[in-house]
């Protein structure tokens, strides 16, 4: 059975004339799986991603994480399953900048009144090499360290799901090689279930699937 199951998506913006962001989408991704969404600017990946998320809702259609249909729950249950069971990586990190490395690695755990595991912490920013940025705030680091320090949030809540949205758009192509590697690391070593939306075919092959993307479909 597929960790996360989407049925019959579709996104309809309305105006003078319907937008179809997304138009009957289907998919299912199994554990384990690192599975990219490929396809141009403005073909409804970043949209399927955010309703993937629970960040934003379908116009009609469902989704499943691990049989349960979340596509309905309040806002308050989005937000909590946001914070315990899908990790989710935007493009622009999306850092609180007042809050060091390690605060912001914590947050979402904190909000859910969890107890910080620090032995899980310290293993986290050694596998990304952050040991020596705890401290820091987002302003005193590189893009790539800014990157490594959102995957390490989305992470440290062990979710069931990894959703990343171009995690790579804003890095030298040096960064983007070690993020890849890095996603590849916690697919393979740690069994995460990862989907990851790029423009990138270069990007999406380091992937073990592809999923085309155009006009609001997978094609």
Avoid at 195 to 203: A, G, L, N, Q, R
């Amino acid at each position: 059975m597929g960790v996360l199951q989407a049925k019959n998506l579709k996104k309809v913006y309305r105006g003078a004339e319907d937008v179809y962001a997304l138009d009957d989408v289907s998919l299912k991704v199994k554990a384990g799986e690192f599975v990219a969404i490929l396809g141009p600017s403005g073909c409804g990946k970043s949209t399927l991603l955010h309703i993937l998320g629970a960040v934003d809702a379908p116009t009609a259609g469902e989704v499943y994480l691990n049989g349960s249909e979340y596509g309905k729950l309040s806002e308050k249950e989005k937000d909590a399953l946001r914070r315990q069971k899908i990790g989710i990586i935007y493009q622009a990190y999306n850092l609180v900048p007042v809050l060091s490395v390690e605060e912001n690695i914590v947050l979402p755990v904190l909000l859910d009144n969890r107890k910080i595991e620090r032995e899980r912490l310290n293993s986290l920013l050694k596998l990304l090499d952050l040991e020596g940025q705890r401290k820091n705030l987002p302003s005193q680091l590189s893009g790539g360290q800014q990157q490594r320090t959102a995957i390490a949030r989305a992470v440290y809540q062990e979710p069931e799901i990894i959703l990343a949205d171009e995690p790579t758009g804003n890095l030298d192509q040096k960064n983007t090689e070690e993020i890849m590697k890095l996603f590849q690391k916690l697919n393979h070593q740690f069994g995460l279930t990862i989907i990851m939306v790029t423009h990138d075919e270069t990007i999406a092959k380091q992937c073990d699937r592809i999923l085309y993307m155009k006009d609001g479909k997978i094609v």
